[in-house]
């Protein structure tokens, strides 16, 4: 049914009630699917000029989701403690926690050709969940992904 729904073209990314979606597919054992519909979605939905969101910004929404998903991990289920991964948009992307700490993410081969997650290390050891731990963030992590067509 979610690729009826998006391959329908019945999706529409300003119906704010829909942007899990995408999310969706990772969740049912599809991650392929969530990395080629976020980067669709961030490439065509989102721009810096007029009309450079394709919907109703209801207090910051639209904004949030770009954050989330250009950082690649969205939580699908707030209060669940899981952020659902995605391809990010940045080769290198670094936060800085409290007390020092820092979560980084590297996306190794990543390019406009590039948007597939084909392996990933958490901490020099292999990752093979679709989410995050917030606990896995805030402790300050290195997630490293390698990138693909």
Same mark, same amino acid.
């Given at each position: 049914?979610?690729?009826?729904?998006?391959?329908?073209?019945?999706?529409?990314?300003?119906?704010?009630?829909?942007?899990?979606?995408?999310?969706?597919?990772?969740?049912?054992?599809?991650?392929?699917?969530?990395?080629?519909?976020?980067?669709?979605?961030?490439?065509?939905?989102?721009?810096?000029?007029?009309?450079?969101?394709?919907?109703?910004?209801?207090?910051?929404?639209?904004?949030?989701?770009?954050?989330?998903?250009?950082?690649?991990?969205?939580?699908?289920?707030?209060?669940?403690?899981?952020? =659902?991964?995605?391809?990010?948009?940045?080769?290198? %992307? $670094?936060?800085?926690?409290?007390? !020092? #700490?820092? &979560?980084?993410? /590297?996306? =190794?081969?990543?390019?406009?050709?590039?948007?597939? %997650? $084909?392996?990933?290390?958490?901490? !020099? #050891?292999? &990752?093979?969940? /679709?989410?995050?731990?917030?606990?896995?963030?805030?402790?300050?992590?290195?997630?490293?992904?390698?990138?693909?067509?």
């Amino acid at each position: 049914k979610l690729n009826e729904f998006f391959d329908g073209g019945y999706y529409w990314h300003g119906n704010e009630t829909d942007q899990q979606a995408p999310f969706m597919f990772a969740m049912a054992g599809n991650p392929e699917k969530t990395q080629y519909w976020t980067q669709k979605i961030n490439s065509e939905e989102y721009g810096t000029g007029p009309g450079g969101l394709s919907g109703n910004e209801d207090a910051g929404q639209m904004s949030a989701w770009l954050v989330c998903s250009m950082l690649g991990f969205y939580p699908v289920c707030p209060g669940s403690g899981q952020y =659902i991964i995605t391809t990010p948009a940045f080769k290198e %992307i $670094k936060i800085q926690l409290p007390g !020092g #700490k820092q &979560f980084t993410s /590297n996306s =190794i081969g990543l390019s406009e050709k590039s948007c597939y %997650i $084909k392996s990933a290390t958490l901490n !020099g #050891k292999k &990752f093979k969940r /679709n989410y995050l731990r917030h606990e896995e963030i805030i402790q300050g992590s290195n997630l490293v992904f390698q990138i693909t067509e």
